[in-house]
Structures are given as C-alpha cells and as structure tokens.
C-alpha cells in the first residue's frame, strides 16, 4: 500500500510538473523591454528611457538566450525526473542519487552561467548614464516599499512584499 501512495505521488508530480512546462515561454502582460517596464528592469525600465534600438536588441537577445538554453532545460527536467524516480523506490541507492544530484546540480549551475552571460550581454547595451541609472535602483534594492516589512507590527514602510519605489528587480 505505502509503495502504491509513493508511485501514484511521483506520478502525480511528474503530470503536474508536465503541465507547467507544458505553457511553455512567452510573454505576458509587461514582458518587454519598454516603458512599460518588464523582461528583466521591472518597473525602474521607464526611467532608464530605453530607445527602440536597445529594446530590440535586448530581445533579440533575450530570445537567442531562450532558444539557446531550450535543450539544457529540457535536459534538467528530464534529470529531475530520474532523480524523481530513484527517490521513490523502495530501497534507494545513495551512490545513484547522489550521481544523478550532481548531473542535476551541473545542469543548474550551466544554465545559471548562461544567464549570467546573458545578464551582462544586456547591460552592455546600456549608455553609462543607463548603467549609473540602474546602479541606483539596484542600490536602493532594500527600499521594497509599503508591505509586510520590519517596522512595527510587520506593516508599513521598510523590506516588504512588492517592488515600491526605487525598488528594481536583477535581470
């Protein structure tokens, strides 16, 4: 019985992680470079006065970087799921775990130095003043805005949930 409840639970995750992937990338409500904010400089991209140009070679960029890392995600789904599946089983062997943690890990750790890459390919667009602009909002990253923050009873102004103003999410 216990062994049925953890094949049907790895199952069930593998589905639900299926479906979620399964939506696949795009670009939703804000997910440009422009004024609106979005893809990276969140709302502080209205005062870094992107000109059309750098917003079109930033997601020019952005999709090359997408399509470019589209078969190490897959292939860190597929590695998860192996791993997935050695923890499920009845009597796990610590050396295949372990293994397959580490292929993971490695995986992670690529596409994490291919995002940093892609970090820096996209600040070299910007001028220096947009640089500087940016450097001021990422400075001020401890400035969320009203939210649950520190202060008094966990409301009010200090670190909270949301982005107020100065506040600028890394790219």
């Known amino acids: ?94 050396e295949d775990i372990l293994a397959k943690q580490r292929e993971v890990n490695d995986l992670r750790a690529k596409l994490q130095e291919l995002a940093t890459q892609h970090q820096l390919q996209i600040r070299a667009i910007l001028t220096p003043e947009q640089q500087t602009q940016l450097q001021s909002y990422r400075s001020d990253a401890g400035n969320f805005g009203p939210g649950y923050g520190k202060r008094g009873g966990g409301y009010g102004p200090g670190r909270g949930m949301g982005f107020g103003p100065g506040g600028c999410p890394r790219w």
């Open 1 to 94: 019985m216990k062994k049925m409840m953890v094949v049907l639970l790895g199952i069930a995750l593998l589905a639900t992680s299926g479906l979620a992937l399964a939506q696949g990338w795009g670009r939703g409500s804000g997910m440009g470079f422009g004024p609106g904010g979005g893809m990276g400089f969140g709302p502080c991209a209205a005062n870094l006065n992107l000109t059309a140009e750098q917003i079109k070679e930033m997601q020019d960029l952005r999709t090359k970087h997408f399509t470019e890392t589209a078969p190490l995600r897959e292939e860190l789904f597929a590695r998860n799921a192996e791993l997935r599946s050695l923890w499920a089983q009845q009597n796990p062997k610590q």
